[in-house]
């Protein structure tokens, strides 16, 4: 099992992208994308799972490239991004949150850790369930990303438990291998953009 974080985003405007639409890769995030891609082309994949947002879709779409017994990618909206009503707002505000708008949400309805927890973990029994003993990537986002990453290592639900410092980059992708029964036995980061331009 393989789950990545998608390319670096075209963000002029420096906002909190969130699930924002038409929010793709810049060329770099096509060049991380590509890296990636690379990575894994030697590992038959039987599946790509994607975040609906674009960002997501077109990493997984260059993943998809390189692997020609797959002929799509699926969509699947336990990947996607987290809500929250900060959205659309100056990173520099975030910056006077600490990054954390978990403590500090805008509104009653944003995600809080538990739900995107819950939802990425759905999302993994599904996938473990479907596809048992193969090699499978979802490409989702940063946020969720970390903390299902943090959840099956058994890390507090609490922000300084599951965001590293610094955050991880753009395009890292975990393997995560589980015995029969759901259990982690094994845990791996690579960041293979960096890995290439060593």
Same mark, same amino acid.
């Given at each position: 099992?393989?789950?990545?974080?998608?390319?670096?985003?075209?963000?002029?405007?420096?906002?909190?992208?969130?699930?924002?639409?038409?929010?793709?890769?810049?060329?770099?995030?096509?060049?991380?994308?590509?890296?990636?891609?690379?990575?894994?082309?030697?590992?038959?994949?039987?599946?790509?799972?994607?975040?609906?947002?674009l960002?997501?879709?077109?990493?997984?779409a260059?993943?998809?490239?390189?692997?020609?017994?797959? %002929?799509?990618? %699926?969509?699947?909206?336990?990947?996607?991004e987290?809500?929250?009503?900060?959205?659309?707002?100056?990173l520099?505000?975030?910056?006077?949150i600490?990054?954390?708008?978990?403590?500090?949400?805008?509104?009653?309805?944003?995600?809080?850790?538990?739900?995107?927890?819950?939802?990425?973990?759905?999302?993994?029994?599904?996938?473990?369930?479907?596809?048992?003993?193969?090699?499978?990537?979802?490409?989702?986002?940063?946020?969720?990303?970390?903390?299902?990453v943090?959840?099956v290592?058994?890390?507090?639900?609490?922000p300084?438990?599951?965001?590293?410092?610094?955050?991880?980059?753009?395009?890292?992708?975990?393997?995560?291998?589980?015995?029969?029964?759901?259990?982690?036995?094994?845990?791996?980061?690579?960041?293979?953009?960096?890995?290439?331009?060593?």
């Amino acid at each position: 099992m393989w789950l990545a974080r998608h390319g670096e985003v075209h963000n002029p405007s420096e906002l909190l992208y969130g699930r924002l639409p038409r929010m793709g890769l810049s060329l770099e995030g096509e060049r991380q994308a590509r890296a990636l891609a690379d990575f894994l082309a030697p590992r038959p994949l039987s599946a790509i799972y994607s975040s609906p947002l674009l960002r997501a879709r077109r990493t997984a779409a260059v993943i998809l490239e390189r692997q020609p017994g797959l %002929r799509r990618v %699926r969509i699947d909206s336990g990947l996607i991004e987290v809500r929250t009503a900060w959205e659309g707002h100056p990173l520099k505000a975030l910056e006077q949150i600490g990054w954390d708008f978990y403590t500090h949400p805008r509104d009653p309805e944003d995600d809080s850790l538990q739900i995107i927890r819950d939802r990425m973990q759905r999302w993994l029994k599904r996938v473990l369930r479907r596809h048992p003993g193969s090699e499978v990537v979802g490409v989702s986002h940063g946020d969720p990303v970390l903390i299902l990453v943090g959840s099956v290592q058994g890390a507090p639900l609490e922000p300084r438990a599951l965001f590293p410092q610094p955050y991880i980059e753009p395009a890292t992708v975990y393997r995560m291998r589980f015995d029969a029964n759901g259990a982690l036995h094994e845990i791996n980061m690579h960041v293979p953009h960096a890995q290439a331009a060593a």
